[in-house]
């Protein structure tokens, strides 16, 4: 959701919590219908709409992925001449634990926060407008904190046995579109 992300950094910066922000991405399969001209475009709008001075937005608008995300915002930050010690990371609410684990692996010298705009299930799926979607993205990003330490792009977690009981009930019930192929993991 581009209002709630775009607000959420708009009072950062006013509390004085973050001296700039940077918008990241292109388009996704989600997003590329709303945001045809790119998720951190149309995410920067917006916060400028809201009152967000243009000089304290950094615009990072080619990664497709996490992993992408986080190694070309240290790009736009090192060619601004902006060191960082710490950074808050603003993700979907189901993707807090994976970005997490990804940018503690990526940016290791920096103290990471991540967070995400307090929100059910069912409004975001509403905000999505697909509930099997939704699920086939969640049941993904579980897959990806599995499989990704041992691939190098993320610090290993402890994951609930509950919770990967649950995800391989849900790809026995086919939802397996977001699944990353040919690797193991829940349901495969």
């Known amino acids: 959701m581009p209002c709630s ?6 009072r950062l910066l006013a509390f004085g919590m973050t001296p700039v922000i940077v ?7 989600t997003t590329r219908t709303r945001m045809p001209r790119g998720e951190a475009v149309h995410y920067r709008e917006r916060a400028l709409e809201l009152g967000v001075p243009d000089s304290a937005v950094l615009l990072e608008l080619r990664a497709t992925n996490t992993g992408e995300n986080i190694e070309f915002t240290k790009v736009v930050l090192s060619e601004a001449g902006i060191g960082v010690s710490s950074v808050l990371l603003l993700s979907k609410p189901y993707e807090e634990r994976r970005s997490y684990a ?6 290791s010298e920096v103290e ?6 307090p929100m059910s299930l069912e409004a975001y799926t509403k905000s999505i407008g697909d509930a099997r979607l939704v699920i086939d993205m969640i049941v993904g990003a579980l897959q990806r904190l599995l499989i990704f330490p041992e691939l190098g792009l993320a610090i290993s977690q402890e994951v609930p046995a509950g919770a ?19 690797v193991a993991g829940p349901g495969t």
Do not use: D, N, Y
């Open 112 to 117: 990471i926060v991540c967070a995400s705009t």
């Open 102 to 107: 990804m940018a503690r692996k990526l940016w």
């Open 23 to 29: 918008f990241t991405g292109s388009t996704s399969p």
């Open 5 to 10: 992300r775009a607000a959420s950094c708009t």
């Open 164 to 182: 990967i009981a649950a995800c391989e009930r849900l790809c026995q019930e086919g939802f397996t579109s977001r699944l990353v192929p040919g």
